[in-house]
């Protein structure tokens, strides 16, 4: 059997394709897997197999076994700039952005879309390089593999993880085998072939006990005992949580240790908080901790009481398996509002507490008291923690790879 992912454009569209990868391999050892990505995330993938060990030309830590049909190419994609609830206004009052992305930006998108077609078609066209299925995990980058795909009649997969598709997976999906949906959304109706299978996570998250979490945030230098809050944008960070978090540190402090992983980019403009990371030699003094990235955010976020973060759906799906109380706060000028949909889906289910981006921005005071909330009331963090946890589907990844293997023999 032969199988290509393809995924990138955002971490969150790598983490679920490579979980698919992991549980298929266990099943069949000997499947030949090509992962296409874009150049920004070629790095990132290529660290990611080799580390759990399906590498090209590697052992495999999954079968036990070398399997040299491992391998991550890059392919061309074009990106396509637009912002959700942007009024006229908004445009003009952000020209100088707007018109660099939007007419620049998509510009050289839609030359980027062109070249990443015409690459996928010259390698697919190719007998020795047809896989018999492609898993198009979500994104810009999809989009040029799965149109050549269906002039070369070579089926595909689909999954989208947010309550609502993004522009890439709408134009794919009237083609495809499959619509494997991270999020129970009503576009499924009357659909035959679309079908709810979660969002994939990595094994590493899952429910910790009370004693694992008291180890946890012994590991990490916080107090045992003191309820811990862990702040996230994300990989690449967030500079409106960031300064939100800036704002109402001081505070924060005094009900709670507070760990902040400012991300890559933004991590510089934070260093200021260092001053409230206090150590004496090996030992953390002052319940706090800024990260740029954690490679550990499994341990990190299960040490945690209460989880501050966005609304991206692989990280709904992580905290989800993980059992927490969620507070998110969504960014509303994402494509499609699909953070927006995402958490006020949750919401409705009673399963997280959101805070709009542009609220908290405004007043940040809100999230302060939010936190507070929570940290004050235990049997809400349960129920808001048990609630989230229902919506996780631990068998994602499995369902995926049985769903590739019966469309590649043909059995769909």
Do not use: C
Not at 20 to 41: A, G, H, M, Q, S
Not at 164 to 169: D, T
Not at 190 to 207: D, S
């Amino acid at each position: 059997m032969k199988l290509l992912v393809v995924g990138g454009g955002s971490g969150g569209h790598i983490t679920p394709a490579v979980a698919t990868i992991r549980e298929l391999l266990k099943e069949k050892p000997r499947t030949r897997v090509e992962f296409w990505t874009d150049k920004k995330y070629y790095k990132n993938v290529v660290k990611i197999t080799t580390e759990i060990g399906i590498g090209w030309g590697q052992e495999s830590k999954i079968s036990g076994r070398q399997n040299e049909y491992i391998r991550v190419r890059k392919i061309h994609a074009g990106k396509f700039h637009r912002y959700a609830g942007w009024t006229l206004k908004s445009y003009f009052e952000r020209f100088d952005l707007t018109f660099k992305d939007l007419i620049v930006g998509n510009i050289v998108g839609f030359f980027g879309f062109l070249a990443g077609f015409f690459q996928s078609f010259s390698r697919l066209i190719k007998k020795e390089e047809r896989p018999d299925v492609i898993f198009l995990k979500g994104g810009f980058v999809g989009l040029p593999v799965g149109l050549a795909a269906n002039i070369l009649k070579i089926p595909y997969v689909i999954h989208e993880s947010d309550t609502v598709p993004g522009l890439a997976n709408r134009i794919l999906m009237k083609h495809a085998k499959v619509v494997a949906m991270g999020m129970d959304f009503e576009m499924k109706e009357g659909r035959e072939n679309w079908e709810w299978v979660g969002v994939p996570v990595a094994a590493e998250f899952k429910e910790v006990t009370p004693k694992q979490q008291r180890e946890l945030k012994k590991v990490f230098g916080f107090e045992q005992g003191k309820p811990l809050v862990v702040i996230t944008g994300g990989s690449q960070g967030s500079e409106n949580i960031n300064n939100a978090v800036r704002e109402i540190l001081p505070d924060l402090l005094k009900i709670a240790s507070v760990g902040l992983v400012a991300g890559r980019k933004h991590y510089e403009n934070m260093m200021d908080l260092k001053k409230y990371e206090e150590w004496d030699e090996a030992s953390l003094k002052s319940n706090f901790r800024l990260w740029e990235f954690n490679s550990a955010m499994n341990e990190l976020m299960g040490a945690a009481d209460v989880v501050i973060s966005r609304a991206g759906a692989t990280t709904i799906a992580e905290l989800a398996a993980l059992k927490k109380a969620v507070i998110l706060v969504p960014f509303e000028r994402l494509p499609g509002g699909h953070q927006v949909k995402n958490a006020e889906k949750l919401e409705k289910e009673g399963a997280v507490i959101s805070i709009l981006d542009s609220k908290m921005t405004k007043k940040p005071t809100l999230l302060f008291e939010a936190v507070k909330k929570l940290v004050k009331n235990e049997k809400k963090r349960e129920e808001l923690a048990e609630k989230l946890h229902m919506e996780a589907k631990r068998n994602a990844a499995k369902r995926l790879a049985e769903i590739l293997t019966e469309v590649a023999t043909g059995n769909d």
